[in-house]
T-cell receptor, first 111, second 114 residues
Framework: KQEVTQIPAALSVPEGENLVLNCSFTDSAIYNLQWFRQDPGKGLTSLLL?????REQTSGRLNASLDKSSGRSTLYIAASQPGDSATYLC??????????FGSGTKLNVKP | EPEVTQTPSHQVTQMGQEVILRCVPI?????FYWYRQILGQKVEFLVS????????KSEIFDDQFSVERPDGSNFTLKIRSTKLEDSAMYFC????????????FGEGSRLTVL
C-alpha cells in the first residue's frame, strides 16, 4: 500500500522568504503526483499536477518537482506572502485509480 | 470556471439515520470520487466511479455505503445507518481521466453524527 509522508508538519516563516515543502512516497509506480492547498474548513484546491513522465511543473510562484526513483516530490514557493498561509497536501496516484494523501504541511507566513 | 459543487455544506444527524450527500461534478468529467477527512486526519479515498459503476473502493466503503449517479449531473453518496465514527468532511471529486487526470474537489459536506 502506498504511504505518503510530508515534512515538515508545520512551518512558520516571515513574509518574502522562499520555502520548500517535502513529500515522499513509498511506491514509485505512480501515474501522477498532485499538490493541493486546503484552507481551514474548506475543500482542496489543485495547485499543480505532475505526470509520471514529467520532472517538474510551474505555476506563478510555485514550482513542483518529481523524482520517482527516489520517491520524492518538492513544492517550492517563492517570495512567500501571508495569503499563502494554508495547509499544503500532496497526493500520489497509482494504477488503481485512487489518490493517497499525505498529512499535509501547515504553513504560516507572518507579515 | 467550472467547479464541483456539493450539498449540503453541513448536516447533523442522529446515529442510525440515513444520510445522502450530493455532488454535481464538472460537466465534461467522466471519473467521480468520494473522499473523506476525519478531523485532524489524512484525506482518505472511499470510492471511484466510472461508466455508471464502481471502479475501485477502499476497505472503509462497506455495505453501509453506496453511490449512485441518478441522472446526467448528480453523483450521490448514501450512508444507510450512520455511526458516530462516520462524522467527517466528505469530499466529492471528479476528473477527465482516471489515473492520469487532474483531480478537482468540491468544498465538502461536513457530517456530524450525534
Amino acid at each position: 500500500k502506498q504511504e505518503v509522508t510530508q515534512i515538515p508538519a508545520a512551518l512558520s516563516v516571515p513574509e518574502g522568504e522562499n520555502l520548500v515543502l517535502n513529500c515522499s512516497f513509498t511506491d514509485s509506480a505512480i501515474y501522477n503526483l498532485q499538490w493541493f492547498r486546503q484552507d481551514p474548513g474548506k475543500g482542496l484546491t489543485s495547485l499543480l499536477l505532475i505526470q509520471s513522465s514529467q520532472r517538474e511543473q510551474t505555476s506563478g510562484r510555485l514550482n513542483a518537482s518529481l523524482d520517482k526513483s527516489s520517491g520524492r516530490s518538492t513544492l517550492y514557493i517563492a517570495a512567500s506572502q501571508p495569503g499563502d498561509s494554508a495547509t499544503y497536501l500532496c497526493a500520489a496516484i497509482n494504477n488503481f485509480n485512487k489518490f493517497y494523501f499525505g498529512s499535509g504541511t501547515k504553513l504560516n507566513v507572518k507579515p | 470556471e467550472p467547479e464541483v459543487t456539493q450539498t449540503p455544506s453541513h448536516q447533523v444527524t442522529q446515529m442510525g439515520q440515513e444520510v445522502i450527500l450530493r455532488c454535481v461534478p464538472i460537466s465534461n468529467h467522466l471519473y467521480f470520487y468520494w473522499y473523506r477527512q476525519i478531523l485532524g486526519q489524512k484525506v482518505e479515498f472511499l470510492v471511484s466511479f466510472y461508466n455508471n459503476e464502481i471502479s475501485e473502493k477502499s476497505e472503509i466503503f462497506d455495505d453501509q455505503f453506496s453511490v449512485e449517479r441518478p441522472d446526467g449531473s448528480n453523483f450521490t453518496l448514501k450512508i444507510r445507518s450512520t455511526k458516530l465514527e462516520d462524522s467527517a468532511m466528505y469530499f466529492c471529486a471528479s476528473s477527465t481521466e482516471g489515473s492520469t487526470g487532474e483531480l478537482f474537489f468540491g468544498e465538502g459536506s461536513r457530517l456530524t453524527v450525534l
